[in-house]
């Protein structure tokens, strides 16, 4: 049996938002107030520009969220 090769690509020091749901996911990159996401991984992982992080950890804290934090 011949093995598939996949490429892979590690990154470092990336931020990311996972949330419960896509609707959620969808309505913090409609936010216009919100420090700027990146474009979607998936429907329920956002991408967070690296010197951005604690502004969204205080959106989300303001908007009555409770992020876990895992570094």
Known sequence: ME???IPVKLH???CLIQTGDAVLAEELLR???WP???PPL???VLFVRPN?????IQELQKNG???QVIQ
Request: glycine share 0%.
């Open 3 to 5: 093995k598939t090769r």
């Open 12 to 14: 470092r020091r990336v």
């Open 31 to 33: 936010a216009r107030n």
């Open 36 to 38: 700027r996401i990146l």
């Open 42 to 44: 998936t429907d329920r």
């Open 52 to 56: 951005r992080v604690q502004a969204v």
């Open 65 to 67: 969220h409770t992020p």
